[in-house]
């Protein structure tokens, strides 16, 4: 277990809340194993929580200032995140910028070997990251959106194979990348790359996100990279893709849905392939209403979800649960409920948006 404290006050510093003040910090990072609190000793409703966990259902767990206050479920056993994982390819595009093998994330994709059509030579890996490419839909990048599995199967293709050229397994757990996170029932990826893992393992994806690339007393990430793109990235009012035919002319093949799927909500709570509770087109309204502003998803086929409320020092990861549809503005909707319930539970003085 890591544990931040004084005279760490440069790192009290550096995992400042959304708002810019400082946290009083005491949370933790764990070691092997996770380190279990009470709700009531980390400042939350035990109830409260045991009533969302109910609601959820699947498996899951809760993390507040790095410790796990309620759990649910098999923790240990290992399946598919689906899309949940997709933030985790924008994390390792950052990591190949920060080492200097990708330009930055407005680098061209024709850098990388592919044979573009004419009107894809523009495309970014920013345009892959964001569902804007354009890739087998008919319009050039940055143009419109289409929820896009085939670019997502080429925006890791082009990250595994010519990027860092190299297995998933060794990508994601290189000793300067997340091997410091100490996954403690392994993580593996399919032919896909996409991330079989367990609850608690995912959990620690999800808290390194939550305190912005910092890992105990490391900055495995600059922060900047966090402040500049773990926000809403496509611009609103964004056109959804035109009704077409999947061209996958570069035959890379779908990483599980199709090239316009899934939803056609995305432009202005997107971005770099997290979900954003983002003011909507009636800007007093967000995309989960009754969720504090700064709150971050990752969303994946079958209720495998995260949820971070970095300003409550709270992560949720759950597997199979029951969040329904995203349904961005409507405060009846599950995804909304769950998370005002989590945002809830929070009894003590955190600052509540």
Not at 71 to 92: E, F, H, I, M, N
Not at 115 to 133: E, G, V
Request: charged letters at 25%; a negative charge.
């Amino acid at each position: 277990m890591i544990r931040l404290g004084l005279p760490a006050f440069l790192i009290a510093l550096s995992l400042a809340d959304g708002s810019g003040a400082s946290v009083a910090d005491d949370r933790v990072f764990p070691g092997v194993e996770w380190e279990h609190a009470s709700p009531e000793d980390r400042g939350l409703d035990g109830p409260t929580l045991d009533r969302l966990a109910e609601a959820l259902g699947g498996r899951g767990c809760v993390v507040r200032d790095g410790y796990v206050v309620k759990a649910w479920g098999d923790q240990t056993l290992r399946t598919d995140w689906y899309s949940s994982v997709k933030p985790l390819l924008s994390t390792l595009l950052f990591f190949a910028v920060h080492e200097g093998k990708v330009a930055g994330v407005d680098a061209p994709i024709r850098d990388f070997g592919w044979d573009l059509k004419p009107k894809d030579q523009a495309m970014t890996f920013r345009h892959l990251a964001d569902m804007t490419s354009g890739y087998a839909r008919p319009e050039p990048p940055g143009v419109a959106w289409a929820y896009n599995d085939f670019a997502i199967q080429l925006y890791q293709e082009t990250l595994f194979d010519r990027v860092f050229r190299a297995e998933a397994e060794e990508v994601v757990g290189h000793p300067d990348r997340l091997g410091p996170l100490r996954f403690q029932d392994g993580l593996k990826f399919n032919a896909k790359r996409r991330l079989k893992a367990s609850v608690r393992d995912f959990a620690r994806i999800a808290w390194f996100w939550a305190n912005r690339g910092r890992w105990g007393d490391r900055q495995l990430l600059p922060r900047r990279d966090f402040d500049d793109w773990m926000r809403p990235d496509v611009p609103a009012g964004l056109p959804r893709t035109a009704k077409a035919e999947t061209d996958d002319y570069l035959g890379v093949g779908s990483f599980g849905g199709g090239s316009d799927h899934f939803t056609a909500s995305g432009p202005g709570i997107y971005g770099f392939n997290w979900w954003f509770n983002a003011p909507l087109a009636d800007p007093a309204r967000r995309t989960w209403p009754d969720a504090p502003p700064e709150t971050v998803m990752s969303l994946g086929f079958g209720g495998n979800c995260t949820a971070i409320l970095p300003d409550l020092r709270l992560v949720l990861v759950s597997a199979e649960g029951d969040w329904g549809e995203i349904q961005p503005g409507d405060p009846g909707s599950k995804m909304n409920l769950r998370l005002k319930r989590l945002a809830g539970s929070v009894r003590d003085d955190a600052p509540m948006p």
